[in-house]
């Protein structure tokens, strides 16, 4: 089992950058694909950006494609999600999700294929 929290979220004006940042209890953590989905206030949650368990396969939304950037550090058991050129849609509650993997594994993007998720973090970009 694993625990996540994130960190990081607040408010930005459009344009802007934010840093996400999920730390995960556990010392199996590189064996965990890792996603990050995000909830507005009234709509379904969404997939943003996932990281196979070594990292060297991301995947993005087309939606923040160009504009955010998954990566982690097994080392730290953390994974990050950088954010540039908010946009006031951007605005949501973002989440961190990790699913048990292996190397042969497809990292998947649809938020019912994790098995644990963090708090949240709130982000709020104003125009």
């Known amino acids: 089992q694993v625990q996540l929290v994130e960190s990081g979220g607040g408010l930005v004006q459009a344009g802007g950058s934010l840093r996400l940042s999920c730390a995960a209890s556990g010392r199996t953590f590189s064996s965990y694909a890792m996603g990050w989905f995000r909830q507005a206030p009234g709509k379904d949650r969404e997939f943003v950006a996932a990281i196979s368990w070594s990292g060297g396969s991301t995947y993005y939304a087309d939606s923040v494609k160009g504009r955010f950037t998954v990566s982690r550090d097994n080392a730290k058991n953390t994974v990050y999600l950088q954010m540039n050129s908010l946009k006031p849609e951007d605005t949501a509650v973002y989440y961190c999700?990790?699913?048990?993997?292996?190397?042969?594994?497809?990292?998947?993007?649809?938020?019912?294929?994790?098995?644990?998720w963090g708090q949240g973090t709130q982000v709020t970009v104003s125009s």
């Open positions: 999700a990790a699913k048990p993997t292996r190397p042969n594994l497809i990292t998947p993007t649809t938020p019912t294929r994790y098995d644990y």
